[in-house]
């Protein structure tokens, strides 16, 4: 099973570059997420996906962009890449059932200088 | 808003004892999930345990116990015969029953386990 599946693992990024992190699940989930972890803070909520084709912004979605053509993927766009959005990444995956847990990728640690 | 709070940056406890790491939460909601995420140095985040806010029954998971007291909205986590694997960051999340099911997260507590 691989679950939810982030590259890369690790990205220094110069002050206005752009990239894009990718995630993949293959447990056919229907919500899917991106979310920030800064130093010392808990995750914060970016973007979220309740099903392919739909998107919307979560509380941090500022310099970020995503897309969702199909169930399985999910990336996330930076665009002109700032020091402020130096953090560890996560994507996670859900049923869209009530009572269900979310599966988290092993996250992408961006650094921008 | 919705928030979280962990109120203990930072906890040790030696190994084979029991430690409680708190969390408050505040919410107008009615219905809700709540859980203890680990995360180990290897950044996964592993479910610990979770607490339906309908439920009166503290949920338990081997050496993980929760105490969910839904008036005063706390919900704190018990370890157990603490081993040296349970070192990591704890955090505390809520999710809304019904929403598009994103986690609201506290800032995490560092356990540390002593020898």
């Known amino acids: 099973n691989a679950g939810v599946t982030q590259t890369p693992k690790f990205r220094i990024l110069k002050i206005g570059q752009s990239m894009t992190l990718q995630c993949t699940q293959d447990?056919?989930?229907?919500?899917m997420y991106w979310y920030r972890q800064d130093p010392g803070m808990g995750l914060k909520l970016i973007y979220y996906?309740?099903?392919?084709?739909?998107?919307d912004k979560g509380e941090v979605p500022n310099g970020y962009n995503v897309s969702r053509s199909t169930t399985e993927d999910f990336p996330l766009r930076l665009e002109l890449a700032a020091p402020s959005q130096t953090s560890v990444y996560f994507c996670?995956?859900?049923?869209?059932?009530?009572?269900?847990?979310?599966?988290f990728g092993q996250g992408t640690r961006l650094t921008v200088v | 808003a919705q928030t979280v709070t962990q109120s203990q940056p930072e906890m040790s406890v030696q190994e084979a004892e029991t430690v409680t790491l708190s969390c408050t939460y505040d919410?107008?909601?009615?219905?809700?999930?709540l859980f203890w995420y680990k995360q180990p140095p290897s950044r996964q985040m592993i479910l610990v345990i979770r607490?339906?806010?309908?439920?009166?029954q503290n949920a338990t998971e081997n050496r993980f116990s929760v105490n969910f007291q839904k008036a005063a909205k706390s919900f704190s986590l018990k370890i157990s015969d603490s081993q040296l694997g349970d070192a990591a960051m704890y955090f505390c999340?809520?999710?809304?029953?019904?929403?598009?099911?994103?986690?609201?997260f506290g800032k995490g507590t560092k356990l540390s386990v002593k020898p």
């Open positions: 996670a995956s859900r049923e869209d059932r009530l009572n269900t847990e979310a599966f």
């Open positions: 447990m056919n989930h229907n919500y």
């Open positions: 996906s309740v099903g392919a084709g739909i998107t």
């Open positions: 919410t107008s909601e009615s219905d809700y999930y």
């Open positions: 607490q339906e806010a309908y439920k009166q």
């Open positions: 999340a809520y999710r809304v029953v019904g929403s598009q099911g994103n986690l609201i």
